[in-house]
């Protein structure tokens, strides 16, 4: 199957053939590592000022503590899907994205 990106790519694209969800739109991987290093710094730089701008809103030792176990939480499923999943669970499967390890649950579950 090929995807729309394919398609704009090569300079033709019948979006009327592509409803919404049926392929996915893929990107070019990024491979420069000044790139890929600036997108590490700008998730860093958009993490610490949301994290600020929630604080600063209503300063408390509670919502500084909550706000660090979620994120702490959220690090871990994402370790857990990307590298646990894909290391001991199922060693030939790679994940694309986070969508994929949601389909690859449902898929899972659906066998059972």
Do not use: H
């Amino acid at each position: 199957m090929t995807t729309l990106f394919a398609r704009v790519r090569d300079g033709f694209c019948d979006l009327a053939k592509f409803p919404p969800f049926a392929t996915v739109l893929s990107m070019p991987d990024l491979t420069d590592p000044r790139v890929i290093k600036l997108k590490g710094l700008l998730l860093l730089f958009l993490g610490l000022l949301s994290a600020g701008l929630l604080i600063a809103e209503a300063p408390s030792l509670r919502r500084v503590a909550l706000l660090a176990v979620a994120i702490w939480s959220f690090c871990r499923f994402y370790y857990f899907a990307f590298y646990v999943i894909e290391r001991y669970v199922e060693p030939g499967y790679r994940f694309a994205g986070l969508w994929a390890f949601a389909r690859y649950l449902l898929q899972r579950r659906t066998k059972n």
